[in-house]
């Protein structure tokens, strides 16, 4: 836009001016404002801060990758006069996620209170290259920025997020913040670009030109600008280039040469433009470079000691070779390196050395990479840590000692930024290396790189690893030992949990007796796995204040999470549901991917044990999205199976992906391949869904973890497809828990109401109704008490259809009065195919089944009425869509009908009729 006048942007100034009317009341705001370059983002801040008359504060993210990190923030922070001393690495070096929030909380508040008494506007510009560490903190000041006099403007092109996973994942967090506005910039008007166009040139342009301009640039401010400057400029007012590049290079080609090819060298060695800089590294002379910067400032081409537009620079810089580009950037680093606050620019010096390459000294590269990946973690800037270690890694030849130690290095700062997978890989490269050298050493320390991470992809390489570690361990007692034997007892139950508490037994012991704090916290990391089968519900309670005990936000956060387990388990839903809040408030102060995700997942879970189904959706689909983002395949199972269960129980196949079905259809573990099960029936493919479970080994149900799981699954499965000798033994294994609730005892991820339900359902399997009564009438109670309508609801049908087979006295009456109150409560909550098959049985005891149809043609006749097509009524009825077809097709010509409407009518008509009679 001209500098001039501010052309357009009516709607989005009058809502910037009732956000500064806000914060000018004590409502503080962050507003983000989109759009591709050029279309005016920064020139619309600029305006805001112009008219707002309120002292403000400028950072500027910067594509060059050796800025340090939090730059952004940092050039806020100076411009406001605070200290330079918040970005000081804590003593000891500390690297804790608390940590990191201590930092985020500092910078917050000093923001905060910048902006009394007379309010203050803080712009983040061009946040599509800010580093993650940046992003973070950025969320972190939103959620704090409501109760302050704090206008945050944030800038960003939203066609450069593609593989900024850090900016995407803050955009979908920020999304569901109530002070923060989003503001999508598009191109200007016909209109507005003719009168942006007049400012330029100084006199009307015809309306031809004007269109024609609008539509070449699509009304890009920036492009519209400088298509203007070239017809202000031409002999000819119709002649325009051909495409925009050429308009920029154009108003280029109008400067000296001089200042041409010195605005060239300066636009490869960064955005910022530092004259005495620039004159070491192009060897030209101060006076020189001083006065061409002159002649480039006049031309517009430069402001404020930078370029007036990013795509001026892009194209400035398309003229320099690729050889005089290296030894630019080799120059450059070597006048960074002789200045006096060398040890501040360790980032850009290494930048530029790996830009030399391949011309420039590759050791060197590495070496002040590393420095810059180190200066990087100690300020808590994990992310930013690993790609600068990953860079290390490729930018020189390294012998394999120096190679391993940067693989460990990346993957200490990729578990902190829980990139996962990154970290697998480059733990196992270290490995190989130690085991190649014979160097046992690096064998412990890469073996102990992953703990803490529980992840059943990552469980055989780690069992390994640690055995290899351990054998090479001195005999006797020691921290490492016992951090090496908790990672196995861990690891190695996901294979078999045969052993396994008897050794987190020893492996607690040892941890006591050397009297180290990690060790005693992965000690006790081991026993909670080890008695996270159902028999160990109440001692995890004890692990849990054990564990919270040690005071740290790290040690509480999983301290509350085997707590909300343990609760779920034993029943005490209300207990469970009241460490959310603390959850939620630990994951806040810890600000991991990781800590957030189990916050949501376990939300996601109560919201689903409460019969909250929609809200269950949201939670586990905000779920899903933290676990994609993150890469973490073995957090994205039980995510992606959350969401399918929740999506049987409402009857909604829509939600029901059949790639995620095959995906757990070949896991190993029984509970998992039963869910996918479970998953086939409700989408309606019965004959696979039977076929997968006939095909099912007989013997062995995982890890303890998921026993009830399995065993829950397996009494409904036995039941689904008439398998009484499988029923009779889930009976028995499942009896001796029937005080419990059916969920996992290391991660709960779903509730499955009181394991008395499933004892009812398997006795009732076996033809003991008797038994079956008596479990069902148990669980509707114990789930009445845990607050779980849904299992209520579910309880009560299957306690109707037993009675309705029972036949005693009274027992029709009940089954029919249960089948009623169970159609209503489920359609309340939103459970479609209970409601069907609740109503099925209800008309079926009240005799509304003489007639024309069979019993399973009313059934079908019944869902059609209330509008499921064949494939949901496949889905409802565990049925292949091709049967539900022929039924239809027999309906009609039985009752010599010949749409699916008239159906329905004729049904509505026989309750009539039943109801009258």
Same mark, same amino acid.
């Given at each position: 836009?001209?500098?001039?006048?501010?052309?357009?942007?009516?709607?989005?100034? !009058?809502?910037?001016?009732?956000?500064?009317?806000?914060?000018?009341?004590?409502?503080?705001?962050?507003?983000?404002?989109?759009?591709?370059?050029?279309?005016?983002?920064?020139?619309?801040?600029?305006?805001?801060?112009?008219?707002?008359?309120?002292?403000?504060?400028?950072?500027?993210?910067?594509?060059?990758?050796?800025?340090?990190?939090? *730059?952004?923030?940092? @050039?806020?922070?100076?411009?406001?006069?605070?200290?330079? /001393?918040?970005?000081? #690495?804590?003593?000891?070096?500390?690297?804790?996620?608390?940590?990191?929030?201590?930092?985020?909380?500092?910078?917050?508040?000093?923001?905060?209170?910048?902006?009394?008494?007379?309010?203050?506007?803080?712009?983040?510009?061009?946040?599509?290259?800010?580093?993650?560490?940046?992003?973070?903190?950025?969320?972190?000041?939103?959620?704090?920025?409501?109760?302050?006099?704090?206008?945050? $403007?944030?800038?960003?092109?939203?066609?450069?997020?593609?593989?900024?996973?850090?900016?995407?994942?803050?955009?979908?967090?920020?999304?569901?913040?109530?002070?923060?506005?989003?503001?999508?910039?598009?191109?200007?008007?016909?209109?507005?670009?003719?009168?942006?166009?007049?400012?330029?040139?100084?006199?009307?342009?015809?309306?031809?030109?004007?269109?024609?301009?609008?539509?070449?640039?699509?009304?890009?401010?920036?492009?519209?600008?400088?298509?203007?400057?070239?017809?202000?400029?031409?002999?000819?007012?119709?002649?325009? #280039?051909?495409?925009?590049?050429?308009?920029?290079?154009?108003?280029?080609?109008?400067?000296? #040469?001089?200042?041409?090819?010195?605005?060239?060298?300066?636009?490869?060695?960064?955005?910022?433009?530092?004259?005495?800089?620039?004159?070491?590294?192009?060897?030209?002379?101060?006076?020189?470079?001083?006065?061409?910067?002159?002649?480039? $400032?006049?031309?517009?081409?430069?402001?404020?000691?930078?370029?007036?537009?990013?795509?001026?620079?892009?194209?400035?810089?398309?003229?320099?070779?690729?050889?005089?580009?290296?030894?630019?950037?080799?120059?450059?680093?070597?006048?960074?390196?002789?200045?006096?606050?060398?040890?501040?620019?360790?980032?850009?010096?290494?930048?530029?050395?790996?830009?030399?390459?391949?011309?420039?000294?590759?050791?060197?590269?590495?070496? *002040?990479?590393?420095?810059?990946?180190?200066?990087?973690?100690? @300020?808590?800037?994990?992310?930013?840590?690993?790609?600068?270690?990953?860079?290390?890694?490729? !930018?020189?030849?390294?012998?394999?000692?120096?190679?391993?130690?940067?693989?460990?290095?990346?993957?200490?700062?990729?578990?902190?930024?829980?990139?996962?997978?990154?970290?697998?890989?480059?733990?196992?490269?270290? !490995?190989?290396?130690?085991?190649?050298?014979?160097?046992?050493?690096?064998?412990?320390?890469?073996?102990?790189?992953?703990?803490?991470?529980?992840?059943?992809?990552?469980?055989?390489?780690?069992? @390994?690893?640690?055995?290899?570690?351990?054998?090479?361990?001195?005999?006797?007692?020691?921290?490492?030992?016992?951090?090496?034997?908790?990672?196995?007892?861990?690891?190695?139950?996901?294979?078999?949990?045969?052993?396994?508490?008897?050794?987190?037994?020893?492996?607690?012991?040892?941890?006591?007796?050397?009297?180290?704090?990690?060790?005693?916290?992965?000690?006790?990391?081991?026993?909670?796995?080890?008695?996270?089968?159902?028999?160990?519900?109440?001692?995890?309670?004890?692990?849990?204040?054990?564990?919270?005990?040690?005071?740290?936000?790290?040690?509480?956060? *999983?301290?509350?999470?085997?707590?909300?387990?343990?609760?779920?388990?034993?029943?005490?839903?209300?207990?469970?549901?009241?460490?959310?809040?603390?959850?939620?408030?630990?994951?806040?102060?810890?600000?991991?991917?990781?800590?957030?995700?189990?916050?949501?997942?376990?939300?996601?879970?109560?919201?689903?044990?409460?019969?909250?189904?929609?809200?269950?959706?949201?939670?586990?689909?905000?779920?899903?999205?933290?676990?994609?983002?993150?890469?973490?395949?073995?957090?994205?199972?039980?995510?992606?199976?959350?969401?399918?269960?929740?999506?049987?129980?409402?009857?909604?196949?829509?939600?029901?992906?059949?790639?995620?079905?095959?995906?757990?259809?070949?896991?190993?573990?029984?509970?998992?391949?039963?869910?996918?099960?479970?998953?086939?029936?409700?989408?309606?493919?019965?004959?696979?869904?039977?076929?997968?479970?006939?095909?099912?080994?007989?013997?062995?149900?995982?890890?303890?973890?998921?026993?009830? $799981?399995?065993?829950?699954?397996?009494?409904?499965?036995?039941?689904?497809?008439?398998?009484?000798?499988?029923?009779?033994?889930?009976?028995?294994?499942?009896?001796?828990?029937?005080?419990?609730?059916?969920?996992?005892?290391?991660?709960?991820?779903?509730?499955?109401?009181?394991?008395?339900?499933?004892?009812? /359902?398997?006795?009732?399997?076996?033809?003991?109704?008797?038994?079956?009564?008596?479990?069902?009438?148990?669980?509707?109670?114990?789930?009445?008490?845990?607050?779980?309508?849904?299992?209520?609801?579910?309880? !009560?049908?299957?306690?109707?259809?037993?009675?309705?087979?029972?036949?005693? /006295?009274?027992?029709?009456?009940?089954?029919?009065?249960?089948?009623?109150?169970?159609?209503?409560?489920?359609?309340?909550?939103?459970?479609?195919?209970?409601?069907?098959?609740?109503? /099925?049985?209800?008309?079926?005891?009240?005799?509304?089944?003489?007639?024309?149809?069979?019993?399973? @043609?009313?059934?079908?006749?019944?869902?059609?009425?209330?509008?499921?097509?064949?494939?949901?009524?496949?889905?409802?009825?565990?049925?292949?869509?091709?049967?539900?077809?022929?039924?239809?097709?027999?309906?009609?010509?039985?009752?010599?009908?010949?749409?699916?409407?008239?159906?329905?009518?004729?049904?509505?008509?026989?309750?009539?009729?039943?109801?009258?009679?």
């Amino acid at each position: 836009m001209a500098r001039g006048g501010f052309v357009g942007r009516e709607r989005e100034r !009058a809502l910037l001016d009732e956000r500064l009317k806000a914060v000018s009341d004590g409502e503080g705001h962050l507003v983000l404002i989109a759009g591709e370059p050029g279309v005016g983002k920064t020139r619309l801040a600029e305006d805001v801060v112009a008219r707002s008359g309120m002292s403000y504060a400028w950072g500027r993210a910067t594509e060059a990758e050796g800025s340090p990190p939090y *730059w952004p923030f940092r @050039q806020v922070v100076r411009a406001i006069g605070g200290a330079s /001393t918040v970005w000081e #690495p804590p003593a000891g070096g500390a690297d804790s996620a608390q940590e990191r929030f201590r930092l985020f909380e500092a910078v917050t508040e000093l923001l905060i209170a910048a902006a009394e008494p007379d309010a203050l506007v803080v712009v983040f510009d061009d946040l599509q290259w800010a580093d993650p560490a940046s992003v973070q903190l950025l969320v972190h000041l939103a959620r704090a920025v409501a109760r302050s006099k704090l206008l945050v $403007i944030g800038t960003f092109r939203h066609t450069e997020t593609t593989g900024r996973a850090a900016l995407r994942g803050a955009l979908s967090t920020l999304a569901s913040e109530p002070a923060v506005t989003r503001l999508t910039l598009a191109g200007l008007t016909e209109p507005e670009v003719a009168a942006q166009l007049a400012g330029v040139t100084g006199w009307p342009v015809p309306a031809s030109v004007a269109a024609a301009i609008c539509r070449r640039t699509s009304g890009n401010p920036f492009f519209v600008g400088e298509l203007g400057r070239l017809l202000a400029g031409s002999a000819d007012g119709d002649e325009l #280039p051909a495409g925009v590049r050429d308009a920029v290079r154009g108003r280029l080609g109008r400067l000296s #040469p001089l200042c041409r090819a010195m605005l060239a060298e300066a636009a490869v060695l960064g955005a910022e433009l530092d004259p005495e800089a620039i004159a070491a590294a192009t060897e030209r002379s101060l006076a020189e470079v001083l006065a061409a910067l002159d002649e480039a $400032i006049a031309a517009g081409i430069v402001e404020g000691g930078r370029f007036a537009h990013d795509l001026i620079r892009e194209a400035a810089r398309l003229d320099v070779g690729t050889v005089e580009r290296l030894a630019l950037h080799q120059r450059m680093a070597g006048y960074l390196r002789g200045l006096g606050d060398a040890d501040v620019r360790v980032g850009q010096i290494a930048e530029h050395l790996l830009e030399s390459l391949p011309a420039g000294d590759a050791a060197e590269a590495v070496a *002040w990479t590393v420095r810059a990946a180190e200066q990087a973690m100690a @300020q808590l800037a994990w992310e930013q840590a690993s790609a600068l270690y990953g860079r290390a890694l490729v !930018a020189g030849r390294l012998d394999p000692s120096q190679r391993a130690e940067l693989l460990l290095a990346r993957a200490r700062a990729q578990v902190r930024a829980h990139e996962v997978e990154g970290a697998r890989v480059s733990v196992v490269a270290a !490995a190989e290396i130690g085991r190649t050298a014979g160097h046992g050493e690096l064998l412990v320390r890469a073996s102990l790189v992953m703990e803490g991470v529980v992840d059943s992809f990552w469980a055989e390489t780690g069992r @390994q690893l640690c055995e290899e570690a351990i054998s090479v361990l001195p005999v006797g007692d020691s921290a490492e030992k016992v951090r090496l034997m908790a990672q196995l007892v861990i690891n190695g139950a996901w294979r078999s949990f045969d052993g396994v508490e008897m050794r987190s037994a020893e492996v607690l012991a040892m941890a006591e007796r050397v009297a180290d704090r990690r060790a005693l916290v992965e000690a006790l990391r081991a026993r909670q796995f080890a008695l996270s089968g159902p028999a160990g519900a109440a001692d995890r309670v004890g692990l849990a204040d054990r564990l919270l005990a040690l005071g740290d936000d790290e040690s509480a956060l *999983w301290g509350r999470l085997w707590r909300f387990d343990a609760y779920a388990q034993l029943g005490r839903i209300d207990a469970a549901e009241a460490e959310l809040p603390l959850i939620d408030q630990l994951a806040d102060r810890l600000r991991s991917p990781m800590a957030r995700w189990h916050a949501v997942r376990s939300r996601a879970t109560l919201e689903f044990a409460r019969g909250r189904l929609a809200e269950a959706v949201r939670f586990g689909q905000l779920a899903a999205e933290l676990v994609r983002r993150a890469g973490n395949k073995g957090a994205a199972f039980p995510s992606q199976g959350f969401l399918q269960s929740v999506a049987t129980v409402a009857g909604d196949i829509s939600m029901i992906d059949d790639d995620v079905i095959t995906a757990h259809e070949h896991v190993e573990t029984a509970a998992v391949r039963m869910m996918s099960v479970s998953w086939m029936l409700a989408a309606g493919d019965r004959d696979r869904a039977e076929r997968t479970y006939r095909a099912l080994p007989a013997a062995g149900f995982g890890p303890d973890f998921f026993q009830l $799981i399995t065993l829950s699954l397996l009494a409904d499965l036995a039941a689904e497809f008439g398998d009484p000798a499988t029923a009779e033994r889930v009976y028995s294994l499942l009896s001796r828990y029937a005080d419990l609730f059916v969920c996992g005892g290391a991660g709960v991820v779903l509730i499955l109401g009181s394991v008395q339900e499933y004892l009812g /359902t398997a006795a009732a399997t076996c033809g003991r109704h008797e038994d079956a009564v008596r479990h069902l009438r148990a669980a509707i109670k114990a789930n009445e008490r845990a607050g779980m309508p849904c299992h209520v609801a579910s309880s !009560a049908y299957r306690l109707g259809v037993v009675l309705s087979r029972r036949k005693r /006295t009274g027992d029709r009456e009940e089954a029919a009065a249960l089948a009623a109150s169970v159609a209503a409560q489920a359609e309340h909550l939103g459970m479609a195919p209970l409601v069907a098959r609740a109503r /099925t049985l209800a008309e079926s005891l009240a005799g509304r089944r003489t007639g024309p149809l069979s019993r399973r @043609q009313y059934e079908i006749a019944e869902l059609i009425s209330q509008g499921l097509m064949n494939r949901e009524i496949a889905a409802v009825l565990h049925l292949s869509e091709r049967t539900v077809e022929t039924h239809v097709q027999h309906i009609l010509t039985r009752l010599g009908f010949t749409n699916r409407s008239q159906i329905a009518a004729w049904l509505v008509a026989e309750r009539m009729r039943t109801d009258s009679a």
